[in-house]
């Protein structure tokens, strides 16, 4: 099983870029199906991005399409999210996730993931 920690969160203006990093701990890395969640104050978490192990299959929730993009380096162990075009409603933490392939694999649900990183903050001011 990986250990997860996410890193590169700040604060930042609207229209500014970010790059978070999740670096995962564990010699299996290159299985998992990583994906990342925020939550903001007050509301559910939800779902931004996930990515299959060689990033062939992937998926972005409706408010960051276009915006950021998730990524992988199976050999560092670490996965990705770059956030151009920062809006003030991003300001969450973030999470990072991994879940083990299945012969039905849900990107989107937080119940199929079971390895959770402590999150990292992102604020963006307007």
């Known amino acids: 099983q990986v250990q997860l920690v996410e890193s590169g969160g700040g604060l930042v203006q609207a229209g500014d870029s970010l790059r978070l990093s999740c670096a995962a701990s564990?010699?299996?890395?290159?299985?998992?199906?990583m994906a990342w969640f925020r939550q903001a104050p007050g509301k559910e978490r939800e779902f931004v991005a996930a990515?299959?192990?060689?990033?062939?299959?992937?998926d972005y929730g409706d408010s960051v399409k276009g915006r950021f993009t998730i990524s992988r380096d199976n050999a560092k162990s670490t996965v990705y999210l770059q956030m151009n075009s920062l809006k003030p409603e991003d300001t969450a933490v973030y999470y990072c996730?991994?879940?083990?392939?299945?012969?039905?694999?849900?990107?989107?649900?937080?119940?199929?993931?079971?390895?959770w990183g402590q999150g990292t903050q992102v604020t963006v001011s307007s």
């Open positions: 996730a991994a879940q083990l392939p299945k012969s039905y694999n849900d990107f989107r649900a937080q119940s199929a993931y079971g390895t």
């Open positions: 564990g010699r299996t890395f290159s299985m998992y199906i």
């Open positions: 990515l299959n192990w060689d990033g062939l299959n992937w």
